[in-house]
């Protein structure tokens, strides 16, 4: 046995031997690891080194890896340059798969049901470990992806990189900004706060609008006449599962064309402009996927998540978290997500009406009198809900679908095509217009005394009043028109700031305050939508560190004659938290 046991011992190689079996052994599973490149190679890769090996075992990578081989062994030079894509293709794949993942982790903390929904948010943002970053992240990827997908869109327009092999890529790229702003639309739900209930509320409701089938797909949509825990539950189902395989199959298909088939398309200027041939042939040169394109990649990647990180840490953009959903109560100054504001702004346009302005004065000149044509009335027969939010929008998409065969001009330059550049220059500033229409301020009147108290303290969020400092809240009544804001504080006042640790003389926050209440309402009565105005704004102890501020306003109504009154009453703590 102990002549056995030394024969194998004196088989195992020493020494330099021994390494060089390590070392093989190693690179073996590096080889299988990385689908045929070594330690060696590795190393040349991440150094920029030539190939170390023939055939290039670079290439081989593509040819056998399974995610590898979605991707071209090399790329025209022109086809990379950076002021020709600006990456916002790759930028907004980034951000999906940003999304996948912040996507995954949150999902293991949510309830879908509206009892616990807003509860397991709280929760996600308080006890879960970088919950909140996470929410963040999810919610700052979601916004980048809905704008990278429209530059994308643009770009493409702009650059005639539609045209010819191209037009399906550009239908697939449609379709996924369809799918991208549909999850958006379906994930707002999910905070169930005030402002993701109503938003959808109200956007839902254009369904119903439509006929025959209006009220059925309202239905199919809410899960019930008003959104509950069925419709919360179909909204969960398509954010989580149904539209990001949905959008995984699209994305898919719009990679394989752009990577396998006809690739990224050449400056414009390269392919038709008067370029010299050094030019072309810098532009025609391969540029080989590793190490170039991949290490640029990797970089891009450490951009973009340092990007977001930055956004967040320097407070930039945060996850807005509402009061806990009330179908009781519509809160003031509702508003959809930022790239819906052109949607909210086709609903306020009532082209019944624009009609009837048009055609009624005509009717009504003295020539036509003795006609006796009655005025025109086509509110019964146009429903602008219907209209504006029904028809006008996939009228909008449709005419994205069929651009590359109406654009039947096969040159890309755009001093060549002019009318299409003006054209989807056009466009910009509709859509610009029309999310201007649709911001809450716009075309919607609300009673003064409402709108001068809710820009002090809004209904959500926190308002100059609110952002008070507790020691500025002296107690006292303070009349509009009578007490000077000025006068408010006393001469000798002062505190020192709890954050800060600086002493701070007199009282500018609760100054600015009254300031801004008296201004707002006396500006009201001068132009007669207040008259005989009498507010006042009372401050008092209602309990131990606890104050109550009661804005009331009373004015007679100028229509009617009768007195009107409008209160709006805060309680703040002291160790209320001042930031949003």
Known sequence: MLNSLRQRLSNIPRGEDLRNRIRTLIDDRVRIITAGLSIRELRAVLRGD?????PNPRYKVITT??????????????????????????????????????GLVLMVYYVPFPDQAYGSILEIESNVFLGELWRDLHRL???????????????????????????????????????????SFTGYLLTWDQLGYWAITVGSSMAEAGPVFGPATNLILRGAPDIGVGGLLRFYLNHVVLFPLVAILF???????????????????????????????????????????????IFLVSVGILALLLILYFDLFNSPLETHANPQATPLDTKAPWYFWWLQGLLKIDPAKIIENLVNPILALPLLKPLGLPPLELSRLLNSKFIMG???PPVVVGILFVIPYIDRNPARLARKRPFAILWGIAWIFILLALSYMGLPQFGIETPAAT?????????????????????????????????????ICPSDFSYRN???GEEVIGCPHLTEVF??????????????????????????????????????????????????????????HEDRSLEE
């Not at 399974?66 to 086809?79: K, T, V």
């Not at 990679?255 to 400056?267: A, D, T």
């Not at 002090?456 to 002296?474: C, D, F, S, V």
């Open 390 to 392: 029904l028809i006008v």
């Open 451 to 487: 709108r001068v108290i809710q820009d002090l303290a809004p209904e959500e969020g926190m308002g100059i009043l609110r952002e008070t400092p507790y020691e500025e809240l002296l107690p006292g009544i303070y009349t509009v028109g009578e007490t000077d804001p000025d006068g």
């Open 251 to 297: 994305i898919s298909i719009h990679y394989y064309k752009v990577s396998r088939e006809h690739g990224i398309s050449l400056p414009a200027a390269i392919e038709e402009g008067d370029v010299n041939d050094n030019k072309k042939k810098e532009a025609n040169r391969r540029v080989d996927l590793i190490p170039d394109l991949l290490t640029h990649e």
């Open 515 to 572: 300031a801004q209440f008296s201004e707002g309402l006396l500006r009201a009565e001068e132009e007669g939508r207040l008259p005989d105005l009498h507010a006042t704004m009372l401050i008092e102890q209602f309990g131990p560190e606890l104050i109550r501020v009661e804005l009331d306003v009373i004015w007679t109504d100028p229509e009617t004659g009768a007195t009107k009154i409008y209160a709006k009453h805060y309680f703040l």
């Open 50 to 54: 030539p190939p170390t090996e023939k």
């Open 141 to 183: 990827g979601a916004e980048a992806m809905v704008l990278f997908t429209w530059l994308h869109l643009f770009r493409t327009y702009f650059t005639g990189s539609y045209k010819g092999a191209r037009t399906f890529t550009w239908l697939t790229g449609v379709l996924l900004l369809a799918i991208t702003a549909w999850l």
């Open 498 to 500: 709890r954050e800060t």
């Open 65 to 102: 890896s399974f995610i590898a081989h979605l991707r071209p062994r090399y790329y025209p030079q022109g086809s990379t340059w950076f002021t020709h894509t600006f990456r916002l293709g790759w930028f907004t794949t980034f951000f999906f798969m940003v999304e996948l993942i912040t």
